[in-house]
């Protein structure tokens, strides 16, 4: 099977992006509006400089009791993510987010935001390649 390269994924893709200074409402309107889980917030310059989930919403917002209309979403997003580049391979991100944790990664090109990708891009023979390494590595460290 040919190896994927994350511009596969974000080929064609509308990057939502919001300013620092927008609430969390107009962000959660924004993720309401395109059907999506996450956005990134970027610089003026394109830069990625947090990521704000639908988890970040249910665990940063609600759960703490914060006005979503007076809430910027800088307060409330996960600053610095992790990102992946353009030219890196499907295998090697999703090893990423197994390590990290985590469900989404912002691709960049030249330190640039040019997508996102999430754990639902990612079907079919990548999955099964990531898993039958990770069941090796746990069969490893119970021998």
Known sequence: ??????KDIVAGQ???TVRPEE?????????VARNIAAVLVTSADGRPLGIFTERDMLRRVVADGLDPDQ???????TAKPLTVALDSSVIEAMRTM??????HLPVTA??????IVSIRDFL????DEVRREQESRERLWEA
């Open 124 to 127: 079919g023979g990548e999955v």
């Open 1 to 6: 099977m040919p190896k994927r390269q994350i």
């Open 98 to 103: 197994q390590e990290r944790h985590v469900r």
């Open 71 to 77: 809430t910027p979403v800088t307060k409330v997003m």
């Open 110 to 115: 030249d330190g640039r935001a040019v997508g």
């Open 14 to 16: 509308q990057l939502m």
């Open 23 to 31: 609430t969390v409402r107009d962000a959660a309107r924004k993720m």
